[in-house]
Each structure stands twice: as structure tokens, then as C-alpha cells.
Nanobody
Framework: QVQLVESGGGLVQAGGSLRLSCAAS????????MGWFRQAPGKEREFVAV????????YYADSVKGRFTISIDNAKNTVYLQMTSLKAEDTAVYFC??????????????????WGQGTQVTVSS
């Protein structure tokens, strides 16, 4: 049974930092890309960042480029999202997701095969 379990969300002041974690289990993810998405109330789920399983390649949404960093610890089967210089507009539920590597980056939520339950990030201004 595949599981993606996020943790690390919380309340932080604008300008602060948080690190989210996503523990993956239940299958081999060596042929998958691991992504982060977020969804604010009343809005569609939005792509944030994605990384290949080896960790050598990453891709970010323009809205977070230079502020967020996605990384992976293969030994722990865990993906991280380091978030810095947080803004009120970063407030959302953040989801971890996995998609089979098809030779390109996937930014649509509908492309992803597996999802976590989400973790709330609230940035106070």
C-alpha cells in the first residue's frame, strides 16, 4: 500500500521559514518524480516544485523560485520542501505527490498518481 505522509506544517510569521517533509513508502519510487503542490481555500491545487528521485534535477513554479528548495533523501525515502521568506500568499494546504517519470516535468495535479493527505501552512502578516 503506497503512502505519502507529510509533516512539518504550522503557523509562521511573514519572512519566516518552514521545512516540510514527505515520507514515501509502499513501493519503489526510483522511477518516479516527487512533487509538492498547494491549495488555498477556494482555489485550485497549484504546482510548487518537483524533483527526480535521484535528486539531480528540480523544477519550480515561478512564484516560489529563489525562496523554496526541494530535496530528497533516498536512504530515508523522504522528500523535503524548505520554504524561506514566506509570504501571506503562501498560506495553503501543502501536498506531496508522486508521478511516474515520463521524461518531462509534470505540473498538472491530474498527472500525479499518488498523493499525501496534506499539511497546513499558515503565514501571518
Amino acid at each position: 500500500q503506497v503512502q505519502l505522509v507529510e509533516s512539518g506544517g504550522g503557523l509562521v510569521q511573514a519572512g519566516g521559514s518552514l521545512r516540510l517533509s514527505c515520507a514515501a513508502s509502499g513501493r519503489s519510487f526510483s522511477s518516479y518524480h516527487m512533487g509538492w503542490f498547494r491549495q488555498a481555500p477556494g482555489k485550485e491545487r497549484e504546482f510548487v516544485a518537483v524533483i527526480n528521485w535521484s535528486g539531480g534535477r528540480t523544477y519550480y513554479a515561478d512564484s516560489v523560485k529563489g525562496r523554496f528548495t526541494i530535496s530528497i533523501d533516498n536512504a530515508k525515502n523522504t522528500v523535503y520542501l524548505q520554504m524561506t521568506s514566506l509570504k501571506a500568499e503562501d498560506t495553503a494546504v501543502y501536498f506531496c505527490a508522486a508521478v511516474r517519470d515520463g521524461g518531462r516535468w509534470y505540473r498538472r495535479a491530474t498527472d500525479y498518481d499518488y498523493w499525501g493527505q496534506g499539511t497546513q501552512v499558515t503565514v501571518s502578516s
